[in-house]
Structure formats: C-alpha cells, structure tokens
C-alpha cells in the first residue's frame, strides 16, 4: 500500500515538473520575441531619426546666406551662386579651422552641388565616415552666374553618414 | 503481477498523454510567435517616402520655372516660355511649345530619369485637364499620388503645370 502511495506521490511530482517545464519555456520562447521585437523597433526609429536628419541639413544649406544668390540685396529661395559656392569650397578647404565650425551645422556629412548641362561640379563641404551608413538625397536647385546672371538646372545632393 | 502489469500499462499511458499535450503546446506557441513576428514586422513607411517626393516636384516645378532658356528663346525665363505656350507662342524658335517640351525632357532625363522615379508632367489651361498642351510621362501605370500643382497667372486664364513622382 505505501508502495503505491509512493508510486501515485512520484507521478504527481512528474507530472508538476512538466507543467514547470513547459512554463518556463514558454516563458523563454515569450521573452526572446519581445527582445528581438524591442531591437527592431529601436533600429526602426534609430533609422527614420536618421532620415530626418538629412532633410533637416539639407534645409540648412537651402538656406545657407554663405551660398544663397540674391537680387538687389533680396535672397532668392532654392537658388545657389555659382561662384559662392565655389568659394565657400574653398574658404573651407584651406582653414581647417573653420571647417570645426561647419561640422557643427552639417556634422558628417558630404554637400555637393552641380549643374546638369555644364561642367560645374562643386563639393561644398566633405566630413565623410569610411564604412558607415549613408543617407543621401537630392533636389533641384537654380545655379546662378553672376557673369552673365543666367540661372542654370542645378542639384544639391546631400549625404550624411552616421557611424 | 497482472495488477502491477496493469498499473505500469496506465503509467505509461498517463506519460505519454502528458508527453503529447506538452509537445501540442510547444507547437503551438512557435506558431503564434511566428505569426505574431510576422505580422507586426515593420512596412517600409510610405508616408515618408510620398512627403519626399512631393518635395521633390515642388522643387523641381519652381527651378524648372526660373531656368534660363536658350539662345533659342532669347535667353529669356522658362517661365515666360511656358506662358507664351498659351498666346503667339512665338517667343522660341521654332515654337514655344516644342521647345518647352524638348527641355524639360532634357531636364527630366538627367534628374527623375537617372533617380528611378516615374512621373506624369502635365501643362494645361485651368479646366482642361484633359488636353493638356504638354504631356511628359514616364509611369506603368496611372499614379495615384497628390500631385503639386503649380498655377501661372496669364491674361485672364490660369495655367496649370502638375507633376506627380513616385518611386518605383
């Protein structure tokens, strides 16, 4: 009789012991999908933050007074002057200095403006990162030339690199 | 003995019922994780890719505009081109229309072309939608995006210039 009494006690401690079990697992199994569903909602926005960020630098430099053409001292919007442009490459080029000073409104990022008919290709500003993902976009701009005060179809492609 | 043989055969029996309901459970818990993975698995955002290109055609729509012509319009504005469509339409050789559209063919070719964008262009009178006097598409099939449209003013009657883009 105790014989049995033991047997019926060692199979309810079996049977509690799969029931723990399978618990757990499940436990395991919930918390490994709500892991990799977090991760993937952090990248998500981690990205479209990023995205953001490009648009945001490329209204910077539509805006920039260093390359904006003007009119009678009235700034035109969506338009760039050649020869400013040129110069501001170059300003930033020779003055390590001052190119500090644009990294903290471009950041890492690579600025480039040029024209679709004539051979005029302009790398404003370049703090770019080796092996690092890019966001780039491009919108039409008017290149003016204040020689002759034609304005030509421009593009202002920005790329930001984040590391 | 045949007691005994009896009680190891329902043992045995309540084991494996327990070993079955364990691996139904199992079973069912990686599908409804892989279903629910799947499910809520993130689509690409469109609402930011449409506010993008809107962007893009408004931008394109008002450099296109200012853009000096040729020598073939007397280097005038693209937009008093396009106006000139609508009246003598004689202020580029051989004709306004022609060249209005050679260009920004042109233009489209270097830019939306070389981006993978389709696009349907369209300049036509207010209320004629439908017979516009240039008609620049590059689409598979009818786009169904908010357009920006761009209205001149010329001599009592408004012209409307549209550009739709999406990305392929």
Redesign the interface.
Known sequence: MSLLVL?KSQ?KI??NI?VL??FF??VG??LI?YW??FR??AE?ESF?QF?IKT?EIQQKVFFLPELQCSENNIPRD??VDKYKAQALSEFIENNPGEKVFYYNIFGFSSIRVYD??YDYDVVVYNNSIENATTSM??????LYNPNNS??????MEVQVFKK | MGYTGK?NKK?KK??ME?LGL?VI??LI??AL?FF??VS???KP?TT?VTF?NK??ST??I???L???TSAACG?G?MRTAIIDMFEENNFCVPNSTSYVEERISE?FS??LDE?QKDYVFLIYEEGREYSPLINITKAEKPLNVEASIYTLPSKGRNIMIRLDIVTR
């Open positions: 047997r199979i079996g049977e799969a079990l399978v697992i499940l199994i919930g999908f990799s569903f993937e909602s998500r479209e995205d648009v969506g338009c679709i008919d976009t491009k919108l039409p701009v008017l034609t304005y030509d179809f421009g593009v | 009680r043992n309540s084991q327990v364990v459970v199992l818990s990686v994780i629910i993975t809520l698995k993130a955002s930011k993008e962007l893009l931008a394109m008002n450099v296109i200012g853009t000096t280097y504005e233009i270097k830019t981006w």
